[in-house]
């Protein structure tokens, strides 16, 4: 079969694989949300939200968790790097347990003299009977999540492995003053004038060599 001699074929090249990357996105306004509560209860509608964001935008954090399931903890944190969001994390209260991953996933991270980040063991609790054989691999499985995550935690936040295994067991609260001093977060004051300008003249400051 001819084409018709008044078609145009012409071949283009989709966007998607034109070289030197993807296509830049349209100017958004930077966006914000909230991961606060238990994660478990909330994960439907937290995902929802990451999810209405767009890719590679940037936007705010804040985070006030007691955490959760760290399944839910570990898909936000897996999901904040995937759409590649340049998130800044802001701890306005707890970011506990679970909390802990997409915090650490988030490419800058504020905390307040009163922020509270509580680092312990990986739990397992079950309201269903299970046989022992199942008891065994959960323990077993538990065991390699928590290897896992321990891991991830350190490259999340480049911190030496052994210093999050020491507040990790048996646990330990850890003060957003401890925070910034061990290097994983930027401290801001409350009352020390506008935060955001303190955050502004934080990025200002040359990183340390």
Not at 91 to 117: D, K, M, N, Q
């Amino acid at each position: 079969m001819r084409p018709s001699p008044n078609r145009t074929n012409r071949l283009r090249r989709s966007p998607r694989t034109q070289p030197g990357g993807p296509p830049p996105l349209p100017p958004h306004e930077p966006w914000e949300l909230a991961i606060c509560g238990e994660l478990s209860d909330k994960q439907p509608d937290l995902v929802t939200r990451l999810l209405e964001v767009p890719p590679r935008s940037e936007g705010t954090i804040f985070f006030d968790s007691c955490g959760g399931s760290a399944y839910v903890g570990l898909g936000l944190a897996s999901m904040i790097r995937l759409r590649g969001l340049k998130a800044m994390a802001v701890v306005a209260g707890e970011c506990s347990s679970a909390a802990i991953l997409p915090f650490a996933a988030c490419t800058e991270r504020y905390v307040t003299p009163h922020s509270t980040l509580l680092f312990h063991p990986i739990r397992w609790s079950s309201e269903e009977e299970v046989r022992l054989e199942e008891a065994a691999e959960w323990a077993r499985h538990f065991q390699v999540l928590e290897k896992d995550l321990d891991t991830l935690l350190s490259k999340l936040f480049d911190f030496p492995l052994d210093t999050l295994e020491a507040w990790t067991r048996p646990g330990k609260f850890v003060t957003g003053a401890e925070i910034a001093e061990a290097g994983l977060a930027t401290l801001v004051d409350l009352f020390s004038g506008d935060v955001w300008k303190q955050i502004e003249a934080a990025r200002e400051q040359p990183a340390e060599a």
